[in-house]
C-alpha cells in the first residue's frame, strides 16, 4: 500500500492557492535561484521561485521570460524589499503574468494592495506572529513563517520552526508555510504537525543541479557539517552563513564589540555573488541553512523532489 | 472514534525501557523540579525528574526519599557533571533505587559504566550528533537531544530541534528524545515525525502548581512574549534566559565585547535561586525555553499531561 500524494493534497489550500499539486514553495535565493532552477521546480509539481534580489529589474525580466518558455505551470519571484528597485521589479511581475509574489525584508504594507489589485497573490516572510498577523491585515494571502535554523537573512526574533509554526498559526487564518530547517519528508511531516500547510525548502534546492550556484559553493553545502553554519551579522542584517575565512573575520569582529560601520566595512560590496556565483569559497559570502549538514550530494531536481515526497508518504504510512 | 495512546505506546521502546505509559520525560530543572512534581508527573504516567544541579547530596536524598513516599511509579533525577559533588549525587541516586539516571553537562564516560553496572538506565543529554554517537559508544541507554531552542544550560551548536533530532537519529541506533520547543500534542507528534522515539519538556512543567518555582516567575512565565528569552553568556556556559534587568546587562556587557571575568562578575554566586527560587524578577536569573510564549496559565501536572494526551490524539487521528 502507498499513498497517492497527489489525490492526498487536491484539497490542500497552498495548493488550490497557488495552483500546484504538492504544497512544496521552492525558496527564493539570491544567485541561486534563477529561471532554470525555478522552471524545473515548478515542473516537478512544486512552486519553482527566481530569487530578484541578486537582479537588476532588466535580468529579472529576461528570468522570468527564460522560465515560462520551459514551463506553462505557474512560477514564483521573491522580492526583498530592501533593495530600492524593487517596485519596478513588482511592475515587471505585473506585466509578465507572474501569479505569486512572494515579498520579504519590509512592510506587507507597502506593495500588497497594489499587487493584488493587479491579480497576483502575496505572499509575506515572518520571523515572528506579530508580523505575520499584520501581513494578514495588510490583505497578504499566505505567510511563509522562517524559522532561526533558516539560511540567509533572517528575523531578529531567533525563533525556531519548531516554536514559530503553532505561534503563527495561532496567530493569523491565512495559510502558513512553514521554513526553516525543512529538508526531507518526516521534517515536511513535523511541520504539517506543527500547524503548516505548507513549506519552504531553500538550501535542499541551493545545492541542486539545476541551481545557478557556482559548483564550488555546491560542493561546500554538501561537504558541511552540524556546526558549519552561524546566524551572523545581527547588528547590521541577520543572515546565516557557512563558516569560511569571511565568516571567522565577521566572528572576530563581533566578539570584540565591533561598530556597524566597522562590520559594514569588512562586508564590502558584492560578498555574495563573489561567494556564491563565483565560487570564491573564502572570502565570499556563502548564505545557507542549517540543514545543509543534511546534503551530501548535488542531485537532479526531479531526484530531490522524488526523495521529498517518497519520505513524505513513508511518514504519512507510518502515522 | 478516539485513539487509545496507552495502547498505541505499549511497544514504545522509551516506554519499555524506562517503565512508563506515554514516551513523555518531565525535564529536570535546577530549582524548579523536586519531589512533588516529579512524583505528580510520574503518577500522570510519564516520568518525573528530580533536577539535582541545585541541590546538596543531603537535600536530593530527601527529595528523593519523599518523591517515593508519594508514588510507587519510577522517578529519575538529572545530574549536571559540573557540580563538583556530582559523584555523592549519583552514589545517592544508587543507594534508593533510582531506575534512571539523566547525565548532562559532562563526559558521559564518566560515570556510565559505574551506574550501569548498578542497575539504573543511563540517559545523557546531548546537542549535537557527534556528541550522541559519544553517548552510546560510552553505554548511555538513550540520549536526549535538545535544541537550541531548549530553556536554561544549553549547548555550542545552535541547532535547532528541527535539524538536530533527524542528525542525531541518523548517527545513533539507541533511542532518542527530542527536547527543546516542545509544549503541545501537536509537537510531540512532529518530534516523533523528524524521528525521535520520545521527548522531554520542561517549560511547561516550570510553570505547574506543582513546581517549586517561586510564584512570581511562574507568572512572568504566563507572561512572556515571543521575544521573551534569548540564550545568552555564549562565553562562559550558553543558557537560555528570560528577559529582566539582569539579562538586559548581561546583553550589554555582551554586545561591547566584555571578557569572561566581567561577565563572571556579573553573574556572581547564586542568581537563579535569587530569581526561580526567591522570586526576584529583575535581578535573578530566569531559565527558560522560547515556548514560554505558548504556556498563558499556571495549571496542575495532571491537566497538563490530559491536555498533551488529548492534542496528541487529536494530531494522530488528523494524519
Redesign the interface.
Known amino acids: 500500500m502507498t499513498v497517492n500524494l497527489t489525490e492526498k493534497f487536491k484539497d490542500n489550500i497552498v495548493c488550490k492557492g497557488l495552483g500546484i499539486t504538492y504544497p512544496i514553495i521552492q525558496g527564493g535565493m539570491i544567485w541561486v535561484s534563477g529561471s532554470k532552477l525555478a522552471a524545473t521546480c515548478s515542473e516537478s509539481g512544486i512552486l519553482g521561485t527566481i530569487g530578484a534580489g541578486s537582479m537588476t529589474p532588466e535580468v529579472l525580466k529576461e528570468h522570468i521570460l527564460k522560465a515560462q518558455k520551459l514551463t506553462s505551470k505557474p512560477i514564483a519571484v521573491n522580492i526583498p524589499l530592501l533593495y530600492s528597485r524593487c517596485q519596478e521589479q513588482i511592475e515587471i511581475c505585473l506585466e509578465h503574468g507572474v501569479k505569486t509574489i512572494i515579498t520579504s525584508a519590509g512592510s506587507p504594507k507597502k506593495f500588497t494592495t497594489l499587487i493584488k489589485n493587479a491579480g497576483p497573490k502575496v505572499l509575506h516572510v515572518t520571523s ?3 508580523l505575520a498577523k499584520k501581513c494578514e491585515d495588510a490583505g497578504v494571502d499566505m505567510v511563509i513563517a522562517e ?3 533558516a539560511g540567509g537573512h533572517n528575523g531578529r ?8 509554526i ?2 503563527v498559526r495561532k496567530a493569523v487564518s491565512i495559510p502558513v508555510i512553514a521554513a ?5 519528508g ?2 515536511i ?3 504539517l ?3 503548516a500547510d505548507g513549506v519552504q525548502i531553500g538550501s535542499l534546492f541551493a545545492a541542486a543541479v539545476e541551481s545557478s550556484a557556482h559548483d564550488q559553493f555546491k560542493k561546500k553545502i554538501t561537504e558541511a557539517g ?2 558549519s553554519t ?2 551572523m551579522l545581527k ?1 547590521l542584517v541577520p543572515v546565516r552563513l557557512l563558516e569560511n575565512n569571511f565568516s571567522k573575520k565577521v566572528a572576530l569582529l563581533e ?4 561598530s556597524e560601520a566597522e562590520l559594514k566595512e569588512l562586508l564590502g560590496k558584492g560578498r555574495s555573488k563573489l561567494g556564491m556565483f563565483d565560487g570564491n569559497m573564502e572570502e565570499g559570502e556563502l548564505e545557507i541553512g ?2 545543509a ?2 546534503i551530501d550530494r548535488v542531485s537532479r531536481v526531479s531526484e530531490i523532489v522524488g526523495t521529498l515526497l517518497s519520505e513524505l508518504g513513508s ?2 504510512m507510518r ?1
Chains 1, 2 share one sequence.
Open positions: 515572528n506572529p506579530l524559522g532561526f535554523e526574533d531567533e525563533l525556531t520552526t519548531m516554536v514559530l503553532p505561534q526553516g530547517g525543512i529538508g526531507s518526516q521534517s511531516m513535523a511541520a504537525c506543527l500547524g552540524y556546526d552561524r546566524l547588528n566578539q570584540n564589540g565591533a542549517q540543514i549538514c543534511s511518514s504519512l502515522l
